[in-house]
């Protein structure tokens, strides 16, 4: 079983900075891109930022210019660094693997939780 394994989380104040890194166990050959998605309490998982096997991104509008993917799919290692954190960006946040390409179920990370102060 490939599980997806996120550090780099914690506590920073306002307008501090963090980066998250996601490495899969084993070598995943069927994925598209990988990303990363948060969870805040009480609403639903979104998207912040994706990257393709060809290297395009895709962003959150709430993210842009302050949050940069990047990373290696072909090495199924993804990170994001996150600059000029606000509080609204607290979230446990997921490391995903894509593979709707393949039609398979992605793969999802167990989380590492932000929390960003005031």
């Known amino acids: 079983q490939v599980q997806l394994v996120e550090s780099g989380g914690g506590l920073v104040q306002a307008g501090g900075s963090l980066r998250l890194s996601c490495a899969a166990s084993r070598s995943i050959f069927t994925i598209n891109g990988m990303g990363w998605y948060r969870q805040a309490p009480g609403k639903q998982r979104e998207l912040v930022a994706t990257i393709t096997n060809g290297g395009s991104t895709n962003y959150a509008d709430s993210v842009k210019g302050r949050f940069t993917i990047s990373g290696d799919t072909a090495k199924n290692t993804v990170y994001l660094q996150m600059n000029n954190l606000k509080p609204e960006d607290t979230a446990v946040y997921y490391c995903?693997?894509?593979?709707?390409?393949?039609?398979?179920?992605?793969?999802w990370g167990q989380g590492t939780q932000v929390t960003v102060s005031s």
């Open positions: 995903n693997a894509d593979r709707r390409q393949w039609g398979l179920p992605a793969y």
